[in-house]
């Protein structure tokens, strides 16, 4: 392997490691009402990561909350990242947001 493609390999956990301490740190309620998060995709170049919320999270009334929020406040806590999807067994909430949301949001 070379060094830039290690050096991106190691960027790229980094970043998992950042998202998924941001969803732990910030979302605690996914797992405590039984829910989970995978980091489904991590692009550098493009500043975009995709989360699935499965488990409880997978029909819950207040995922659509969760997933605003967390595609509002992940840009702004994770300097790589410009782009959120998060997608749950709901249809039409994976669309990305990116960081120039207005800071007014109430999460």
Known sequence: MS??????????DA????VSLFLQRNFPQIQAHGGDSSITEVD?????VA??????CDGCGVSSMTTEAIKQRLPRDVEAID?????TGFDG???GTNRHISDDVPF
Do not use: K, N, P
């Open 3 to 12: 060094e830039s493609a290690q050096s991106t390999d190691e960027q790229e």
């Open 15 to 18: 970043v998992r490691e950042e």
């Open 44 to 48: 550098l170049e493009e500043g975009h």
């Open 51 to 56: 989360i699935t919320l499965s488990g409880a």
């Open 83 to 87: 782009t959120v999807a998060v997608s």
């Open 93 to 95: 909430l994976s669309e």
